[in-house]
DNA sequence: CTTATCTTTCAATTTATTTTGAAAGTTCAA
DNA sequence: TTGAACTTTCAAAATAAATTGAAAGATAAG
């Protein structure tokens, strides 16, 4: 396979992964050109090789800076900017999980512990069943950040340590 | 809070958790409403009680049954269809992850896989970066799962022992 | 069979999301 | 200051996704 060709597909799955989980195809997309760039690039050439309008790599890399995946590498001298990626996927990955439980999770949890306040007199099969629902989720999602955290954690004393032989 | 309000409260919230993470929104709300329904319902109630239509309905039904979320509950001497939802979250979040891996995740890594025939006189910093990158989140990837697989078990032996001290 | 009851399909419509590009805004060197 | 170089905004247009509802397809009872 020719070098292009394989950026190309490369540049299309990470896109098609990323709609499939909510996230705009073409932030990933930007996301994706750049993570494989070994140099930062410039608006206008993530317009040419995505071949989309300015306004649309703009926005996308506006938020994909907020979702700390990528930053501003400004070069004295340069007025354009560039912009270049985090490389370690494993930062990556926990920086998207962390953004995530803070945009999407965090606002249901509070929904959940909203729903607490059900009346007291509130009785009913119905009631029952729906209380139950309401702690057994927020038992996995408690147990879910548990485990996210020690694996976070986990990653921080790779060097350290025996840390990740948890995950072996 | 009444319980009407609480309820309705449930299902928008997972609703938009859902469309959030590139799942339907229907979908999501009707998962909601089975999981907090104490009894399996008919799809004429479901209609009811979102407002839909039969066909987005039946479509969503569906769709919540091959994702192993929900099932048919079949009465004897009845002809319309029941249904009813897992209502252990920790095995339907387990069902959402081993579903969407292999909806989503194993695609990508079937292309990142064929990406590694990269011809071998491609040289270049582009190429190294590239062939860095490939390698980098598919390392991330076995991390990963392994994580998934040891909380699954772990899961699977919670009331046996000890397993979940992994995840304090 | 035939009919009543229920489920599935799918083309047309509606709704939601993404993208464009021109105009407005900003910054800096001269 | 000015104006060239660059970035940001946002209303309109394009695209994509979800929804409807009527028709077609099943199925079982009589």
Redesign the pocket.
């Known amino acids: 396979m020719k070098f292009d060709e394989a950026k190309q597909k490369f540049i299309q799955g990470w896109g098609s992964l990323g709609?499939n989980w909510?996230?705009?195809?073409?932030?990933a997309?930007v996301h994706a050109l750049l993570l494989i760039s070994p140099v930062s690039l410039?608006?206008?050439e993530i317009?040419e090789e995505l071949?989309?309008?300015?306004?649309?790599?703009?926005?996308?890399?506006?938020e994909l800076i907020t979702w700390g995946l990528i930053r501003k590498d400004l070069k004295p001298?340069?007025?354009?900017?560039?912009f270049y990626a985090e490389k370690d996927m494993w930062k990556a990955a926990m920086q998207i999980i962390k953004e995530r439980r803070k945009r999407e999770l965090e606002p249901l949890m509070q929904v959940l512990g909203e729903l607490k306040n059900l009346d007291k007199e509130e009785k009913g099969e119905g009631v029952r069943e729906f209380r139950k629902t309401i702690d057994n989720i927020e038992d996995v999602i408690a147990k879910a950040d548990s485990a996210l955290d020690k694996l976070s954690r986990a990653q921080d004393n790779w060097l350290l340590g025996g840390m990740m032989k948890l995950l072996k």
Do not use: D, W
């Open positions: 709609s909510g996230i705009n195809r073409t932030m997309q410039t608006t206008e317009m071949q989309i309008s300015r306004g649309n790599a703009n926005m996308n890399l506006r001298g340069n007025r354009k900017e560039f």
